[in-house]
């Protein structure tokens, strides 16, 4: 089992930037992918970055140039680097990590709001 804990959301104003981290713990060696995801309000959770245990990114549209997704393998860490903060990147940003050796079981942390003002 994995456990996962975000920190770093908050209150910022736009152009502004932020820098999320997730630190998992427990069985930390099975961890693969991490990545984040958000869901802002009245919409659908929806990825935002994810990065391979061999550093391979992927962004949604919507955040490439602004955000950077980075991690530390050893200290099963994961960052989320926002830089350009718009009103509409305004979500509860989830932790996720993929467990890479069980098939399909992933683990979810518990969100941390991201709130950016105009």
């Known amino acids: 089992q994995v456990q996962l804990v975000e920190s770093g959301g908050g209150l910022v104003q736009a152009g502004g930037s932020l820098t999320l981290s997730c630190a998992a713990s427990?069985?930390?060696?099975?961890?693969?992918?991490m990545g984040w995801y958000r869901q802002g309000p009245g919409k659908q959770r929806e990825l935002v970055a994810v990065m391979t245990r061999g550093g391979t990114t992927n962004y949604a549209d919507s955040v490439k140039g602004r955000f950077t997704i980075s991690r530390d393998n050893a200290k099963g860490t994961v960052y989320l680097q926002m830089t350009s903060l718009k009103p509409e990147d305004t979500a509860v940003y989830y932790c996720n990590s993929k467990d890479r050796t069980v098939r399909a079981r992933e683990y979810w942390g518990q969100g941390t709001q991201v709130t950016v003002s105009s």
């Open positions: 427990g069985s930390i060696f099975s961890v693969g992918d």
